[in-house]
């Protein structure tokens, strides 16, 4: 079962497959069938076709209403650090158990900044899950509580703080890339000014008639 996913906000009816307009009222279904959570968008019109039995079938697990914002166009792309929002989808589509404590803990960090909100805790097989929503695009985070104790807590936001400067690792490097020497660093970058100096490159000529 993965109990961790991303899905969209959809941009169409599910169920009349018209396309949202921007500012319409739309009504999101979150369901559970087959070991996955299902996320359904409808329009208001088709929503008041089918409230009534909506929220009795019986992989109904929740409901709530939202206003349709148009996605921005798509930013031009730039080399940077991740931020906390962008590692946290990385870490997700991984689908790797490994990331799981991070995941969690980046989501509370984007909860504290009002950048996720929770929409809906759900027990699953005796665990907690949290559905978040992400404001600005519509987005469903479903990320289960791994129970981190206090001893384990410190360990794993250190490791957010690595991710967060390093990205995730890469195979056949280690991680996270060691510090590097300031003074090493300086004697380096001194070492291959000097190499390509003019000066230098006038004294190969002389040597070498």
């Known amino acids: 079962m993965n109990d961790w996913n991303i899905q969209s906000r959809g941009h169409t009816c599910h169920d009349c ?22 996320r359904k968008d409808i ?10 039995g909506a929220t ?9 209403q939202g206003t349709y914002e148009s996605p921005p166009p798509e930013p031009p792309e730039a080399i940077q650090k991740d931020n906390a929002e962008g590692l946290l989808r990385k870490l997700m589509e991984t689908e790797d158990v490994r990331w799981r404590e991070a995941s969690y803990i980046l989501a509370v960090m984007l909860e504290r900044k009002r950048v996720l909100k929770v929409k809906e805790q759900i027990k699953d097989e005796g665990a907690r899950v949290f559905v978040y929503e992400l404001a600005k695009t519509g987005d469903i985070f479903t ?19 690595a991710l967060l400067e390093h990205g995730l690792p890469v195979e056949g490097e280690p ?7 300031p003074k090493k660093e300086t004697e380096e970058s001194l070492e291959m000014e000097e190499e390509d100096s003019p000066q230098t490159e006038a004294a190969q000529v002389e040597t070498n008639p």
């Open 175 to 181: 991680w996270p890339p060691p510090p590097v020497d």
């Open 143 to 161: 990320i289960p509580d791994p129970n981190l104790k206090m001893e384990q807590l410190e360990q794993v936001q250190i490791e957010v703080a």
């Open 56 to 64: 009795e079938r019986k992989d109904f697990i929740s409901r709530w």
């Open 17 to 38: 497959e018209q396309t949202f307009e921007d500012g319409a009222c739309f009504h999101t279904l979150l369901g559970y069938d087959k070991g996955e959570y299902l």
């Open 43 to 52: 329009c208001q019109q088709c929503w008041e076709k089918e409230a009534e």
